[in-house]
């Protein structure tokens, strides 16, 4: 990097123009790419807060540096990739105890991706002061998997301090579906942000987009909270479809005893991971989630 170029990192963008803290600044600028689009990047958004770019003398994008990890999901619209954040230290998937209904699919998809883009999940239950008597089974199936399962109560302060405790100092994102309460969240988290919230639709159960964009929002005490936009469908992006087994714990280690490098463990002869799911030690809707993110994953990598 020459003297006249700026390394900096991008904390929101949005119709094209993008917030960036150069190194060793304070104050945020507001810049663009250089030219119509960056180089060598084809997905839907290039940039995403988290980023860390380039600026030459004129304070325009001219590269964006290899990044350590991101959230993604295929944007079916877009026919491309779609990073909602980058370069962060763990992930908040937050799902809500009963309004908007829960789903293990959901879920499954926000820990897939979390897993691909090499992001350390914390899945953050809330809204627990609606009930959770449904749920003990699937909350020990995800905490027998290793991951660590938190039930909160943003509105009533329940589990806040906690999630505050394991994320002291680092860049922290938030994402999951409209109208488990992201924002009503970061809210109690950090009560100096104060994000807009929505209520969740009586109608259809599932919740209202109160977030458009995701954006750094700076932590008491140093660190970042990054608010992403809630989704209604999400389809974890693969590259190829033989690293989504690696997005599962319990099958990652069993599919070393397949017979086949190459198996995908769905018609495959003498699979391990097969044999394991009709033994009961791996779990039904778990490899029915993979199975439902391969078939997706075949038809995308078709088209893009």
Not at 59 to 84: E, G, S, V
Not at 86 to 108: G, T, Y
Not at 145 to 170: D, H, M, R
Not at 239 to 257: C, I, K, R, S, T
Request: aromatic share 10%; hydrophobic share 40%; glycine share 8%.
């Amino acid at each position: 990097m020459s003297r006249e170029e700026m390394r900096a990192r991008l904390f929101y963008g949005r119709a094209g123009r993008f917030g960036v803290l150069v190194d060793g600044s304070s104050e945020i600028i507001h810049v663009m790419i250089k030219g119509k689009r960056l180089k060598g990047v084809d997905e839907y958004n290039p940039l995403a807060p988290g980023d860390w770019v380039e600026l030459d003398r004129d304070q325009l994008i001219i590269k964006r540096h290899h990044r350590d990890n991101a959230l993604q999901r295929f944007n079916w619209k877009q026919n491309k990739p779609q990073t909602f954040c980058a370069n962060i230290d763990m992930v908040f998937c937050v799902v809500a105890a009963k309004s908007p209904e829960f789903h293990v699919r959901f879920l499954d998809r926000l820990l897939i991706a979390s897993e691909l883009g090499n992001v350390n999940p914390v899945i953050v239950m809330n809204k627990i002061d609606e009930g959770v008597e449904h749920l003990p089974e699937i909350i020990d199936l995800y905490q027998s998997l290793g991951y660590e399962f938190v039930l909160v109560s943003a509105l009533q302060n329940k589990g806040i301090e906690y999630l505050q405790t394991i994320s002291q100092g680092k860049i922290v994102g938030l994402w999951g579906a409209s109208g488990v309460g992201k924002s009503t969240l970061l809210n109690a988290l950090e009560p100096m942000i104060q994000q807009e919230t929505g209520a969740v639709n009586r109608k259809w159960n599932r919740g209202n987009h109160t977030t458009n964009f995701a954006t750094f929002l700076p932590k008491s005490g140093g660190g970042f909270w990054v608010d992403t936009p809630g989704m209604r469908d999400f389809s974890p992006y693969l590259v190829h479809g033989e690293e989504l087994v690696h997005a599962f714990p319990e099958m990652n280690d069993v599919a070393q005893a397949c017979p086949f490098h190459n198996c995908m463990h769905i018609d495959e002869q003498e699979c391990a991971v097969k044999d394991a799911v009709e033994q009961g030690s791996i779990a039904m809707t778990r490899y029915q989630s993979y199975q439902k993110v391969l078939e997706e994953s075949k038809s995308y990598q078709k088209k893009w």
